[in-house]
């Protein structure tokens, strides 16, 4: 039997433990019943068996005696009358009715003919208020003056009848009412074992944004819930790490936009409180332009990181080469490195499927930090290895590495150290955006770095498992 969705679980168990006790109950009623049935038309059956049995042993016995042609019908009926549920008809061999029960109520026409096996069947009276039901048999003999008797015999079995069908009526009854006793234990058993869900319910509907911390594992729960306090917690500690960084990320957004915005309207008053030179002019657009780009780079890296981290950035997957990727990132870096007279090289040849948009993103913003952060005369190297089922590109350089204060935190969004925090182009956004590339491609991203050393930035990718 199913339920609606919605049904409460108390009705459920209820009504679930009801229809249980109910087939139990029912099913015992009934064998018990079908034995006592059975047990008591056996008894009838025998009874009326051994009685034809009595009247033939009656009547051979009997009819040998000399003089004593008519003393085994006595003899029978004596037996009989001591009888209240047995009838006897004694017909004799021309037809006629020799004697008869003044109880006998059966017709002639309606008992089965007699055989030598025991054969009987049953019989009901209908009379205005009177129900009977008779068990009834006949018998035939030959006696010593070759005559031959039949003897009908019928066993009034109404009263064990009436009995087992008030014992079945009574059971019905208590069948019942034990049903509904029972539906009440499980409805009181369904709400006392559901009592730590509506504990456990009660206490997350108490739950606010100040109270994230909260843990339902810390206290003694049934085991069936322990799985679900477990997840709960789980979720509670994903979602007070997303309220974090989202309050962190607020407020770093508001800090980082002010500054730049705050740039813009001072270089326009200042522009503005007097007449100024058109080469004065110009560079205060030229400031403004440098701005408002720095301003739309970090717009764009915040969109980007809030359609990731909401699962909308779609992945174009394509099968990509590392020489080419390598290749294409040279090129347009070059003349920066020119610049600076610094080395690019790369090295390994691996095929693998990433998205090529999101990819170059990635190796960009590694090889830009690389840049900024190596000294002149530098070196930085591109490497693509293939190790076991994933691939690994990795952006080394021989510059000024990072100190082991600022390691934990520089994938963290708007983190910067302090020796660059005075420089525009840096949005704070670039190492949180590779660290979110590869995990869209079910990667992750390794640092390894040595102050006055160098860093090694290395993309961890699989090679074919998204494709």
């Known amino acids: 039997m199913l339920l609606p969705r919605n049904y409460p679980i108390t009705l459920r168990l209820t009504l679930y433990f009801s229809i249980a006790m109910g087939l139990v109950l029912y099913s015992v009623s009934g064998l018990l019943y079908s034995t006592m049935r059975s047990q008591l038309t056996q008894k009838d059956e025998d009874e009326l068996r051994s009685t034809l049995h009595f009247q033939q042993e009656i009547a051979t016995t009997i009819s040998e005696r000399q003089g004593s042609k008519d003393l085994w019908q006595q003899e029978l009926f004596e037996s009989v009358a001591r009888q209240e549920r ?178 813009l309207v001072s270089a326009a008053s200042v522009t503005q409180s007097k007449a100024r030179s058109p080469q004065e002019y110009n560079e205060t657009l030229a400031a403004i332009v440098e701005e408002g780009e720095h301003l739309s780079r970090m717009i764009s890296s915040m969109l980007f990181l809030a359609r990731a981290d909401n699962s909308r950035e779609p992945l174009h997957l394509e099968q990509l080469n590392s020489v080419t990727e390598f290749t294409r990132l040279v090129n ?96 704070g956004l670039g190492l949180s955006l590779v660290k979110t590339i590869a995990e869209m491609h079910g990667g992750k991203i390794i640092v390894t770095s040595e102050e006055s050393k160098g860093s090694c930035f290395t993309l961890v990718l699989p090679q074919n498992t998204l494709r």
């Not at 068990?135 to 087992?164: E, G, P, R, Y």
């Not at 293939?386 to 990072?402: P, R």
């Not at 390691?407 to 420089?423: E, M, N």
Request: proline share 3%; net charge neutral; with cysteine.
């Open 86 to 263: 047995l009838s006897l008809r004694i017909i004799s061999a021309d037809g006629k009715v020799w004697a008869q029960s003044q109880n006998m109520r059966v017709p002639r026409k309606d008992f089965p003919a007699p055989s030598k096996a025991f054969n009987y069947t049953s019989w009901r009276y209908r009379n205005h208020d009177i129900r009977e039901k008779y068990l009834i048999a006949s018998t035939s003999f030959t006696l010593k003056d070759n005559h031959q008797w039949l003897v009908q015999a019928a066993l009034n079995v109404s009263q064990n009848n009436q009995i087992i069908e008030d014992y079945w009526g009574r059971m019905q009854g208590a069948v019942a009412l034990a049903i509904v006793l029972f539906a009440a234990i499980g409805y009181w058993l369904a709400r006392r074992g559901l009592s730590p869900l509506r504990t456990m319910s009660h206490e997350i509907a108490h739950i606010h944004a100040e109270d994230l911390h909260t843990r339902l594992s810390s206290q003694a729960w049934p085991s069936e819930l322990n799985t679900l306090s477990t997840s709960f917690d789980g979720m509670m500690m994903r979602l007070e790490a997303s309220f974090t960084r989202l309050n962190r990320f607020s407020s770093d957004i508001a800090h980082e936009l002010r500054g730049p915005i705050n740039n």
């Open 332 to 427: 347009f870096y070059d003349v920066l490195a020119e610049e600076k007279q610094i080395i690019l090289n790369s090295e390994g040849d691996v095929t693998f499927f990433a998205d090529p948009i999101h990819l170059q993103r990635a190796l960009s913003n590694l090889l830009s930090n690389a840049l900024r952060h190596t000294a002149v005369g530098g070196c930085i190297t591109l490497s693509a290895i293939q190790k076991d089922n994933e691939v690994l590109l990795s952006v080394k350089d021989n510059g000024e590495g990072i100190s082991n204060e600022h390691l934990p935190h520089i994938f963290d969004r708007f983190y910067r150290g302090d020796d660059a925090r005075s420089k525009a182009e840096n949005t």
